[in-house]
């Protein structure tokens, strides 16, 4: 029997501030930890069950997404959601910026690209 329930990526960020503000103004993530008290370098924000770990390292660690690497490794996350659809327009209405709008791809899913404030690309969708 398994025993797993989530996994939480964990994204190294430029500007820990900048990228806290897009996953809550933007993506209406939550703030479930931040610090150290004073002088904040990490933080775990998100959704319903999703969370992601955001780090601020130095300024000589870069954010590192996939599709920067190669051009194959096209996310850095996949976000499971049963409704994309209404999420697409929850998110347009926010005025987010969409690396790729809704649509059906080639590989049957339905869904939608976001690239974060560091150029982390998170796909959310389900299977059509």
Known sequence: MSNL?????????????RSVSFYV????F????????????WAIVG????????????PEVKP????????WASWDA???TS??????DEYRSNRVAFRKPLQDNDDNLRGFE??????YVLFFGRPK
């Not at 103004?25 to 209406?28: P, R, T």
């Not at 409704?83 to 697409?88: G, N, Q, R, V």
């Open 5 to 17: 329930s989530h996994i939480w990526p964990f994204f190294i960020v430029e500007n820990l501030q």
């Open 25 to 28: 103004d933007k993506l209406g």
């Open 30 to 41: 939550e703030v479930k930890y931040s610090g150290p008290d004073g002088d904040p370098f």
């Open 47 to 58: 959704r319903d069950n999703v969370s992601i770990m955001l780090k601020a390292i130095a």
């Open 64 to 71: 590192m997404p996939n599709p920067s690497r190669h051009e």
């Open 78 to 80: 996949y976000v499971a």
């Open 83 to 88: 409704e994309p659809d209404k999420l697409f």
């Open 114 to 119: 976001i690239a974060d404030a560091d150029g």
